[in-house]
């Protein structure tokens, strides 16, 4: 074979379509190792962000209903029951005040933030005119 001859039974445009086959597949075995790291990164990295320091978190801004005494706490209105004793902020442009009390059952959006646990009222109905102080 002569510098710059060919192979026996092969073309030039055939060689460089053989090597350039060879290096896209190379190419692409790179990139799909490269792909194939980052998404378990990503997805061992997952749990670490979904914790969250406090139980108040996992219900925020998920749809919700309790039933619980109103009552009237520095000026704002709060729904107290067993799981909370400290009382849940009722967030409503409905007037409350009537409300203190009784025993309602309120349903709604549920708005966590550092300050306060809080429920964005989206309906309440009553349930008695009479509550029974929580323990």
Request: charged fraction near 25%.
């Amino acid at each position: 074979m002569h510098k710059g001859a060919e192979p026996e039974g092969m073309e030039t445009g055939q060689i460089r379509s053989q090597i350039t086959s060879n290096n896209s597949a190379t190419e692409k075995e790179t990139y799909m190792k490269i792909l194939a790291m980052s998404a378990l990164a990503l997805m061992c990295s997952m749990p670490a962000f979904s914790q969250s320091d406090s139980s108040k978190d996992a219900k925020s801004g998920k749809m919700m209903s309790m039933t619980g005494c109103v009552s009237e706490k520095d000026g704002k209105y709060m729904m107290m029951n067993k799981q909370h004793p400290e009382g849940v902020m009722l967030m409503t442009s409905e007037e409350m005040k009537p409300h203190v009390g009784h025993q309602m059952k309120v349903s709604g959006m549920m708005d966590n933030s550092k300050d306060h646990m809080g429920m964005k009222v989206s309906s309440m109905k009553m349930m008695s005119t009479t509550c029974e102080p929580t323990k």
